[in-house]
């Protein structure tokens, strides 16, 4: 699992050194100043946005048919003259749709 908080901290300090058990962070890195709690919680509060802004993108993955039966329905939408892959990518893009 990956720590939201050690995420937020190599987002404000890239490449730092340091170490982090529970909520206390051993800073090891001269070349950088440790971030405040502050400037990390509202990074992880960014970073918790950021993800959750995509959500759709991983319900879609999900629902999404498989590239074989995406294949098979493309396929068959050409020797049929249908809109069988249209159809079922669309459903997938109605059910989760992006957000504005």
Do not use: C
Request: net charge negative.
């Amino acid at each position: 699992m990956i720590d939201i908080r050690n995420e937020a901290i190599r987002s404000l300090s890239p490449g730092a050194s340091f170490s982090q058990s529970g909520d206390v962070i051993e800073w090891h890195d001269t070349a950088q100043t440790q971030p405040t709690e502050a400037e990390i919680t509202a990074e992880v509060t960014r970073l918790q946005a950021e993800y959750d802004a995509l959500q759709y993108q991983r319900d879609r993955a999900k629902a999404y048919p498989s590239l074989q039966d995406q294949a098979d329905m493309q396929f068959h939408d050409l020797a049929n003259s249908t809109t069988t892959w249209l159809d079922a990518i669309q459903a997938v893009k109605d059910t989760y749709p992006k957000p504005v």
